[in-house]
C-alpha cells in the first residue's frame, strides 16, 4: 500500500498492526520497524541497552520520514511566496 505524498510504501498491513497492538498515531510507515522493537522489548524488559539495533532502524525511519514531510512543506511555501509576488492588492497608482 502506498501512502499519498510519501516516498515509503506501507509494509506492515492492518491486521498484522491490529495483532502487534500497535497503537494507532504509530501506524505509519515505520511501523513494520515498530512491531519488532516493540517485541524485543518486552523481551528484554524494557531494559535499555537492550534492543539499540532495532530501535536505531525505528528511529532514523522516523527521522527520514519527518526530514521528506519538511522538505514537502518548504516546497509549498515557496510556491505560495512566488503566488503572492505576483498579486498586487493595492495599485501602485493609488500610492501617488
Not at 10 to 32: F, G, K, L, S
Not at 53 to 68: F, G, I, P, Q
Request: proline share 5%.
Amino acid at each position: 500500500m502506498e501512502v499519498q505524498g510519501s516516498s515509503k510504501k506501507m509494509i506492515a498491513t492492518q491486521a498484522e498492526m491490529v495483532e502487534a497492538r500497535v497503537p494507532i498515531p504509530y501506524r505509519d510507515q515505520c511501523a513494520h520497524l515498530l512491531i519488532p522493537l516493540n517485541k524485543c522489548r518486552q523481551s528484554e524488559f524494557y531494559l535499555p541497552w537492550k534492543c539499540e539495533d532495532e530501535r536505531h532502524s525505528y528511529e532514523k525511519c522516523e527521522y527520514e520520514l519527518v526530514m521528506e514531510r519538511m522538505l514537502q512543506m518548504q516546497k509549498i511555501r515557496e510556491e505560495q511566496a512566488k503566488l503572492k509576488k505576483g498579486i498586487h492588492l493595492i495599485p501602485k497608482t493609488a500610492n501617488v
